[in-house]
């Protein structure tokens, strides 16, 4: 965890999120996470000024917190190839909620050039 990759919320507006990064910019679609629980997501959406952006919040909003530190993790959202996926339920992290072990060995970036 690098401190370049250190942020903080300045506002939240329901699955809108407005995070800081006084060091790093983040591309669009990059992930960043809450430091306090790393199970609580975001994806880059937009900036809304300089060092500051708007994340679309990808999982549940309790624990979020203007002035919660949030760490850019430098990654996008992946999933593991489509014909590993045939009959199953994911979440939109691509983990199984079907109760079976998904045995990946690699994941692709969802959104692809």
């Known amino acids: 965890m690098s401190e370049s990759d250190m942020g903080t919320i300045i506002g939240v507006q329901g699955q809108v999120v407005e995070v800081e990064f006084p060091h790093a910019s983040p591309a669009a679609r990059d992930l960043v996470i809450l430091v306090e629980d790393s199970s609580v997501v975001m994806a880059v959406h937009s900036s809304s000024r300089p060092r500051a952006y708007f994340c679309m919040l990808l999982s549940p909003s309790e624990k979020l917190r203007r002035g919660a530190a949030v760490l850019h993790t430098r990654d996008v959202l992946s999933l593991p190839p489509a014909d590993m996926l045939l009959g199953r339920v994911i979440d939109t992290f691509g983990r199984p909620v079907d109760g079976n072990p ?10 692809q050039p």
């Open 102 to 111: 998904l045995e990946a060995k690699h994941t692709i970036p969802i959104f």
